[in-house]
Structure formats: structure tokens, C-alpha cells
């Protein structure tokens, strides 16, 4: 069975400019994560899907952030426009309905110069 | 709010055992979880705690208690592929069944 997949691994930008993070569930997990995670830290929420909606978004800055996941299963994290502190690895992580156990995307690494 | 504590780093040696602590302070705990984190990879599940007690799976085992609000995560015949992050994860039924990590125990393995 795949894993959550990621996409870009890696990506480098100038403040200021946008950026997007795409993330592909494991089939049939229902609930999606985006996390924030500064170096020597644990893993921040950002955002919490249940199916297509988003049942918690308390901790997403919503002035540069947003995010969607139009159809329940694939989401993007989209940063617009970026800034020095938001240099991060940006996780994905899903679960399923019969599991509160989270599974995790390899993430990307976002550089903001 | 929720509040969870571990240690910053530890080293031990091949073929040691290490315990990692860790405590939380929450409401409507609902159970804890162990992940392991290599470098620049994804945390992956080790355990998941939700009554007290201990969980043993090969070389790793997680203890939790409940009333004092801790748990451990003992690793016995270390091998140096073990030398990573260990985080230690609440989720809290008050808050939505949110997941909310500690700072994660950074472990290196000497040989």
C-alpha cells in the first residue's frame, strides 16, 4: 500500500513569492493534516480536513495561508506571499476512520531566502 | 492548552537501553503516541498508549500513567541506526482529538 506522497520534496523562493504543497492520501484515509515543523521541533497543526471540510483551522495564519481540499482526497498548502520565517518542513499526514494513528508524508522542505 | 515535556537529547551506547520520559498536562486525555523522526525524514508511528500500562513490541516499549500524566519509551539493545527524534504525542478529545507534540528527544547512538 503507498504512503502519504508529497510533493515538492524541496523548494527554495524569494520572500515574497508564493509556493504550493501538494499532498496525496493514503486510499481511503478521510482525514488530513497539514503540519508546520521548525528544526528541533515537534510537528505544529496547521489545518485538519474531514473529508473536504475543515474541521480546524485555528493555527493557520490566515492572512498568507490557505488551503483546500476540493474533492476529499488530494490537498494543497499554499503560502502567498512567503516570508523569512516560514522556512519549514511542511508535513502531511492522514488517518483513517477505524484509527486516531496519523501516518506521515516525507514532507518538503521550504527555504524562503 | 496542553503542555508536554521531554528531554532534548540523550546519548547512549550500542547495545545499551535508554528510557526517554515524557510528561503532559491535558484535558480530556485520549491517548499517547511515540513516533521515531530521522533526520530530514517523516516521524514514523512507534506505539500508541491509551490505558495505563506497559506495550511491549520487539525492542521498544512505551509505558503510560494515566494520573501522573507520563510516559516512557524504553529502547533496548540500541543499534546505531536507533539514533534519531523520538516524539511523544497527546491527543486530547477536548480539543477535537488534536495531536499535539513535544519537542522530541534527539538520541545518538555511540558505538
Known amino acids: 500500500e503507498a504512503g502519504v506522497v508529497q510533493s515538492p520534496r524541496y523548494k527554495i523562493i524569494e520572500k515574497k513569492q508564493p509556493v504550493a504543497f501538494w499532498c496525496n492520501p493514503i486510499?481511503?484515509?478521510?482525514?488530513l493534516y497539514w503540519y508546520r515543523q521548525n528544526l528541533g521541533q515537534g510537528p505544529e497543526l496547521l489545518i485538519r480536513?474531514?473529508?473536504?471540510?475543515?474541521?480546524?483551522d485555528s493555527q493557520l495564519p490566515k492572512d498568507r495561508f490557505s488551503a483546500e481540499r476540493l474533492k476529499g482526497v488530494d490537498s494543497t498548502l499554499k503560502i502567498q506571499p512567503a516570508e523569512l520565517g516560514d522556512s519549514a518542513v511542511y508535513l502531511c499526514?492522514?488517518?483513517?476512520?477505524?484509527?486516531?494513528?496519523?501516518?506521515f508524508g516525507p514532507g518538503t522542505r521550504l527555504t524562503v531566502l | 492548552g496542553q503542555n508536554i515535556d521531554q528531554p532534548t537529547e540523550m546519548t547512549a551506547t550500542e547495545g545499551a537501553i535508554v528510557q526517554i520520559n515524557c510528561t503532559y498536562q491535558?484535558?480530556?486525555?485520549?491517548?499517547l503516541f511515540w513516533y521515531q523522526q530521522h533526520a530530514g525524514e517523516a516521524p514514523t508511528f512507534l506505539s500508541y498508549?491509551?490505558?495505563?500500562g506497559l506495550e511491549e513490541k520487539g525492542r521498544f516499549s512505551s509505558f503510560l500513567s494515566r494520573s501522573k500524566g507520563y510516559s516512557y519509551l524504553l529502547l533496548k539493545e540500541l543499534q546505531m541506526k536507533d539514533s534519531a527524534s523520538y516524539l511523544c504525542?497527546?491527543?486530547?478529545?477536548?480539543?477535537?482529538?488534536?495531536?499535539?507534540f513535544g519537542g522530541g528527544t534527539r538520541v545518538l547512538v555511540k558505538p
Open positions: 499526514a492522514t488517518t483513517g476512520s477505524s484509527t486516531d494513528t496519523q501516518y
Open positions: 498508549n491509551v490505558l495505563d
Open positions: 504525542a497527546v491527543i486530547s478529545k477536548a480539543a477535537g482529538n488534536k495531536l499535539t
Open positions: 491535558t484535558s480530556g486525555f485520549n491517548g
Open positions: 480536513y474531514e473529508n473536504e471540510e475543515a474541521v480546524d
Open positions: 486510499s481511503g484515509h478521510n482525514t
